[in-house]
């Protein structure tokens, strides 16, 4: 299974910025960021493709946060800027790494859509 590392949480200001990065052991087909706030479910932020680079986003992020990748280091990073603290959870990412799971509605953000998660980043957003 491939591996994920996260990296780049911490504590920041509300109109900041923080960049996280997402190490994988390998290419998949799809990658993903998803956040979790204390209390609540585990949402969906945003994702990409390896292949094509598109880009999908939760409406709660758009136009503040960005996903790119670095297909020579097998990373994909979530540039978040104008930070709010409701922005404040454990980051996760996740991978997409099956054919079938590539091929149906990974792009909207369901759970069940990603074969493998990292152990997560702080960020915390003080008002």
């Known amino acids: 299974q491939v591996q994920l590392v996260e990296s780049g949480g911490g504590l920041v200001q509300a109109g900041g910025s923080l960049r996280l990065s997402c190490a994988a052991s390998?290419?998949?087909?799809?990658m993903g960021w998803f956040r979790q706030a204390p209390g609540k479910e585990r949402e969906f932020v945003a994702a990409?493709?390896?292949?094509?680079?598109?880009?999908y986003y939760a409406d709660s992020v758009k136009g503040r946060f960005t996903i790119s990748k670095d297909n020579t280091k097998n990373t994909v990073y979530l540039q978040m800027n104008s930070l709010k603290p409701e922005d404040t959870a454990v980051y996760y990412c996740?991978?997409?790494?099956?054919?079938?799971?590539?091929?149906?509605?990974?792009?909207?953000?369901?759970?069940?859509?990603?074969?493998?998660w990292g152990q997560g980043t702080q960020v915390t957003v003080s008002s």
């Open positions: 996740a991978a997409v790494d099956t054919l079938a799971k590539y091929e149906g509605s990974w792009y909207r953000g369901g759970l069940g859509s990603y074969d493998a």
């Open positions: 390998r290419r998949t087909y799809a």
């Open positions: 990409i493709s390896w292949s094509a680079g598109s880009t």
